[in-house]
């Protein structure tokens, strides 16, 4: 995956730098969830892939409680968008 503090990757950008499990968050498209579902992503149900804090954390819970954790400080962020970058 690249580096840097906050990327943000077209649909394509984001599937070329795949290289092992990825959990995707997030509203996709069906065409999005079709791309990504070629690779090593993890795709939650749509009811569980929009944007709410509530659904992120209770995405993370699940994880903690079945003791799959990662090291916080390599957690980051990427952003995927279409069309026009989303101002700052």
């Known amino acids: 995956m690249p580096t840097g503090d906050l ?3 077209t649909i394509e950008e984001f599937v070329e730098s795949i290289t092992g499990p990825v959990l995707v968050c997030g509203e996709l498209s069906g065409e999005a ?3 990504l579902s070629q690779t090593k992503s993890i795709i939650p149900p749509p ?3 929009v944007r709410r804090p ?4 209770g995405l993370a819970w699940n994880r903690w ?3 799959d954790v990662d090291e916080p400080a390599a957690l980051k962020p990427i952003y ?5 970058p989303i101002p700052g």
């Open 7 to 9: 990327l943000n990757l």
């Open 33 to 35: 969830r079709e791309r």
């Open 47 to 49: 009811f569980q892939c």
């Open 54 to 57: 509530a659904v992120l954390a």
């Open 65 to 67: 409680q079945a003791g």
């Open 80 to 84: 995927l968008h279409h069309g026009e």
